[in-house]
Nanobody, 111 residues
């Protein structure tokens, strides 16, 4: 099983990034998928999740209206579009699904 995140980086406040997670090794279309984030010294936080069909979406209050989760069951991919980024969004972002975690991708929001 592999979950491979990409798309992180350094961005100025107000900027955008699009994270991607490509999954292999389990039947992606059957599983709810999640994006979490973790800043050093803090607990891992659920950012957004999407059900297997892509119809049910949930967001943390801190990212509502700024982040959008989506999935492509044909490509075994889940994405997180992040707009109007703030310094407090700085964290390592992790993809989770089927009980498995990706390795994380660093997002840094700083001027």
């Amino acid at each position: 099983v592999q979950l491979v995140e990409s798309g992180g980086g350094l961005v100025q406040p107000g900027g955008s990034l699009r994270l991607s997670c490509v999954v292999s090794g389990f039947t992606f279309r059957q599983y709810e998928m999640f994006w979490y984030r973790q800043d050093p010294g803090k607990d891992r936080e659920l950012v957004a999740n999407i059900d297997s069909t892509g119809r049910y979406l949930h967001y943390a209050d801190s990212v509502k209206g700024r982040f959008t989760i989506s999935r492509d069951n044909g490509k075994n991919t889940v994405e997180l579009q992040m707009n109007n980024l703030k310094p407090e969004d700085t964290a390592v972002y992790y993809c989770k699904g089927g009980g498995h975690w990706g390795q994380g991708t660093q997002v840094t929001v700083s001027s």
